[in-house]
């Protein structure tokens, strides 16, 4: 079981607009910047969010990450086949003194 | 462009040992924290350990406190993780990464714990 918790799969139209949540407590969340990472199949995975809201140079600004409390969300806009992967968030827990990450969501591009 | 490159994986039995590799390219690598996260067949990222840039400072996940090491050399623009008492659950692809931040990953090693 994850320390932050993640839907297993979210789905949408080519073209729509969906949202990953990711929730978590203020040991980790709460009081640490989150990043968001996609795995296309069969490949390692890519930083696609950090520090909460920034892209590093390379991704689309059809992605973005947004940040209230104890939760962070991911969200894609104009899907794309190619956006079909699994996403996983991540952050430092001060209470653990580890890095943790979400379950993966899976997103299928309908 | 930054380059991450691991090695050393391969099949052991269980209660054995390895040690991976992490050869670093196109930053500087003494500069960043390092990291290594795994990745079990078919499931999710678990992050393992991570390493300050002077190694002054390693924190573990809990299930491998005590058995996998990590260490790096900045001469060699290296990190390694030394692997010992192997169990099956130690099974999967380690990744290297680099940042605080998990920035930029390595394309992973598979290790496999049977007998």
């Known amino acids: 079981q994850s320390v932050l918790t993640q839907p297993p799969s979210v789905s949408a139209a080519p073209g729509q607009k969906v949202t990953i949540s990711c929730s978590g407590s203020?040991?980790?969340?709460?009081?640490?910047?989150v990043s968001w990472y996609q795995q296309l199949p069969g490949t390692a995975p890519k930083l696609l969010i950090y520090?909460?809201?920034k892209r590093p140079s390379g991704i689309p600004d059809r992605f973005s990450g947004s940040k209230s409390g104890t939760s962070a969300t991911l969200g894609i806009t104009g899907l794309q086949t190619g956006d079909e992967a699994d996403y996983y968030c991540?952050?430092?827990?001060?209470?653990?003194?580890?890095?943790?990450f979400g379950g993966g969501t899976k997103l299928t591009v309908l | 462009e930054v380059q991450l490159v691991e090695s050393g994986g391969g099949l052991v039995q269980p209660g054995g040992s390895l040690r991976l590799s992490c050869a670093a390219s196109?930053?500087?690598?003494?500069?960043?924290?390092m990291s290594w996260v795994r990745q079990a067949p078919g499931k999710g990222l678990e992050w393992v350990a991570n390493?300050?840039?002077?190694?002054?400072?390693?924190y573990y996940v809990d299930s491998v406190k005590g058995r996998l090491t990590i260490s790096r050399d900045n001469a060699k623009n290296s990190l390694y993780l030394q692997m010992s008492s192997l169990r099956a659950e130690d099974t999967a692809v380690y990744y290297c990464?680099?940042?605080?931040?998990?920035?930029?990953w390595g394309q992973g090693t598979l290790v496999t714990v049977s007998s």
């Open positions: 990464a680099t940042g605080v931040g998990l920035d930029y």
């Open positions: 390493i300050k840039q002077d190694g002054s400072e390693k």
């Open positions: 196109g930053f500087t690598f003494s500069s960043y924290w």
């Open positions: 203020s040991s980790n969340i709460g009081n640490h910047y």
């Open positions: 520090e909460n809201n």
């Open positions: 991540g952050t430092w827990d001060s209470s653990l003194s580890a890095w943790v």
